[in-house]
């Protein structure tokens, strides 16, 4: 072990808890966040999003799938982390993705432009004053965090709307000056309520700034940037490169964002240990690489439940955990070494998710979700399989039941029966498997949180075969030759 490997492995690691989908029960939570604590974490990331009891007029923040957590369950959620030494570092977006907040009738006129229900107008006090209250709920209830994340990723159409577009129209005025000058109020009001509270932010929307740009604004000394780069082949030279451009406008003190889960794809359902433990990997090269004058605070390791609160849900947590507890190791110590491999073994049965046979075969304790875990990866392989995906392009169909034959309802019934026997043994498989999964998902999550994977992953790979059966049903019974139901 060399002295590069230090700076990633001696400073923060903060699981991010990304709860605008699929958030779990509380007793899962809880159960998490002692996982969480064994495998080496120090901290969370908590975005609560609508899960958040907002009070007073922001009451219509809180979610109406499942209800949010109780004041209680907030006290509680701290209480299990601060037991293990977790800090907890809520986010709170002021910017960009607001959905959550926009989509809102009432809030409406707050949008930058109509049809981005994400980014906020930042010209109007009314939208400035509805961050600001969101902020104080939220830090009003965790009193005894020293930092929050005020997010400001991502703020697409910025300067699209007709108020930012009359304030461009101003010799000299850019929309990088737009978006500092609003997140500067956000954190100067913070600043004035909370002078000791550390502010963080991403990173994303300084990138293309010049030194100067930033500099001049007044944004330094009042936020932390955290870089995001969640790349299994991250560019190492340009990340660091873009750390020494924010240490010489004299941001010195900076975050790093790496992904255990939650951004491969927008429709991920299994988490691939490796891509992510690459990600980590390219990290550590960044911060064995960095000047002495950058403060690295420490690294989140992100684990999207959703890109945005309007797109589907990404991997549930069991599925990623192998691979969470993979990357912590790995910052741990330095590399991923037989010394970590060994300890992750030990924690949850595997490394690697989709390897099933070790996920079943455990003898000790499981990990909280491994039966869930194992479930979502058997049936991912049944509804991903060849025999399920191409039905439609088998000899049979394409051959003896295709759209001529259907609309011309004249079919070979012999054939036909043999289709329908052949997708009622892939929809039964499949049946099966889905009730399995659902008795044990409600034990994790809620209904509505189950009802919203299935339809999402469950239902647009079997609705085809469903069809094909309808039709064979209705064509069987034209030509007099049906008699039993097909459920």
């Given at each position: 072990?060399?002295?590069?490997d230090?700076p990633l492995r001696?400073?923060?690691?903060?699981?991010?808890?990304?709860?605008?989908?699929?958030?779990?029960?509380?007793?899962?939570?809880t159960?998490?966040?002692?996982?969480?604590?064994?495998?080496?974490?120090?901290?969370?990331?908590i975005?609560?999003?609508?899960?958040f009891?907002y009070?007073g007029?922001?009451?219509?923040l809180?979610?109406?799938?499942?209800?949010?957590?109780?004041?209680?369950?907030?006290?509680?959620i701290?209480?299990a982390a601060s037991?293990?030494?977790l800090?907890?570092?809520p986010?709170?977006?002021?910017?960009?993705?607001?959905?959550?907040?926009?989509?809102?009738?009432?809030?409406r006129?707050?949008?930058e432009?109509?049809y981005?229900l994400?980014?906020?107008?930042?010209?109007?006090?009314?939208?400035?004053?509805?961050?600001?209250?969101?902020?104080q709920q939220?830090?009003?209830?965790?009193?005894?965090?020293?930092?929050?994340?005020?997010?400001?990723?991502?703020v697409?159409?910025?300067?699209?709307?007709?108020?930012s577009?009359?304030?461009l129209?101003?010799?000299?005025?850019?929309?990088?000056?737009l978006?500092?000058s609003?997140?500067?109020?956000?954190?100067?009001?913070v600043?004035?309520?909370?002078?000791?509270?550390?502010?963080?932010?991403?990173?994303?929307?300084?990138r293309s700034m010049t030194?100067?740009?930033?500099?001049e604004?007044?944004?330094v000394?009042?936020?932390?940037?955290?870089?995001?780069?969640?790349?299994p082949?991250?560019d190492?030279?340009?990340?660091?490169?873009?750390?020494?451009r924010?240490?010489s406008?004299g941001?010195s003190q900076q975050?790093?964002?790496s992904s255990?889960?939650g951004?491969?794809?927008?429709?991920?359902c299994?988490?691939?240990?490796?891509?992510?433990?690459?990600n980590h990997?390219?990290w550590?090269k960044?911060?064995?690489?960095?000047?002495?004058?950058?403060?690295?605070q420490g690294?989140?390791?992100?684990?999207w439940?959703?890109?945005?609160h309007?797109s589907?849900?990404c991997?549930?947590?069991p599925?990623?955990?192998p691979?969470?507890?993979?990357?912590?190791q790995?910052l741990?110590?330095?590399?991923?070494?037989?010394?970590?491999?060994?300890?992750?073994v030990?924690?949850?049965?595997?490394?690697?998710?989709?390897?099933t046979?070790?996920l079943?075969?455990r003898?000790?304790?499981?990990?909280?979700g491994a039966?869930?875990?194992?479930?979502?990866?058997k049936?991912m392989?049944l509804?991903e399989?060849?025999?399920?995906r191409?039905?439609?392009?088998?000899?049979?169909?394409?051959?003896?039941?295709?759209?001529?034959?259907r609309?011309?309802k004249?079919?070979?019934p012999l054939i036909?029966?043999?289709?329908?026997?052949?997708a009622?043994?892939?929809l039964d498989a499949v049946?099966s498997?889905?009730r399995?999964?659902r008795?044990?998902?409600?034990?994790?999550?809620?209904?509505?949180?189950?009802?919203?994977?299935?339809?999402?992953?469950?239902?647009?790979?079997?609705?085809?075969?469903?069809?094909?059966?309808?039709?064979i049903e209705?064509?069987?019974?034209?030509?007099g030759?049906?008699?039993e139901?097909?459920?």
């Open positions: 072990m060399t002295d590069m230090q001696s400073c923060k690691k903060i699981v991010h808890l990304d709860l605008k989908g699929a958030p779990p029960r509380i007793g899962y939570l159960e998490l966040i002692q996982l969480f604590a064994d495998l080496g974490a120090n901290g969370l990331l975005e609560y999003e609508d899960m009891p009070e007029e922001l009451k219509v809180q979610s109406t799938t499942q209800p949010p957590y109780s004041r209680e369950e907030i006290v509680s701290q209480n037991s293990r030494g800090e907890i570092i986010l709170v977006q002021t910017f960009g993705h607001l959905e959550f907040v926009l989509k809102h009738k009432v809030f006129e707050l949008r432009v109509d981005c994400g980014t906020l107008n930042p010209h109007r006090d009314a939208g400035l004053r509805l961050v600001q209250e969101m902020l939220v830090m009003k209830l965790h009193p005894k965090s020293t930092s929050l994340h005020i997010g400001a990723d991502e697409f159409m910025l300067g699209h709307g007709d108020e577009k009359h304030w129209d101003i010799p000299g005025r850019s929309i990088h000056q978006f500092l609003h997140v500067i109020k956000v954190a100067k009001g600043q004035k309520s909370a002078p000791n509270l550390n502010l963080i932010m991403w990173d994303d929307m300084l030194p100067g740009t930033i500099k604004s007044g944004l000394g009042l936020v932390q940037p955290m870089l995001w780069d969640y790349s082949t991250l190492v030279e340009s990340t660091v490169m873009l750390m020494e924010y240490k406008v941001m975050w790093a964002a255990f889960k951004s491969t794809t927008v429709h991920t299994v988490t691939s240990t490796q891509r992510h433990l690459d990997l390219q550590l960044v911060a064995s690489s960095l000047s002495a004058g950058i403060e690295l690294i989140a390791l992100t684990g439940q959703r890109y945005d309007l589907s849900l991997e549930l947590m599925v990623g955990l691979s969470l507890a993979s990357c912590l790995t741990l110590h330095g590399r991923f070494t037989e010394e970590a491999q060994k300890k992750v030990e924690t949850l049965g595997t490394v690697d998710v989709e390897d046979e070790r079943s075969s003898t000790s304790s499981s990990f909280a039966k869930l875990a194992e479930l979502i990866v049936l392989s509804l399989s060849a025999e399920l191409h039905f439609q392009d088998n000899m049979f169909v394409r051959g003896w039941f295709t759209p001529y034959h609309q011309k004249t079919v070979s036909a029966q043999q289709i329908e026997t052949q009622k043994i892939i049946e498997q889905v399995e999964l008795r044990e998902m409600r034990l994790l999550y809620s209904d509505s949180t189950v009802q919203e994977w299935v339809d999402q992953y469950v239902t647009p790979a079997v609705e085809p075969l469903q069809i094909l059966l309808r039709d209705t064509v069987l019974n034209e030509m030759l049906y008699t139901s097909i459920s």
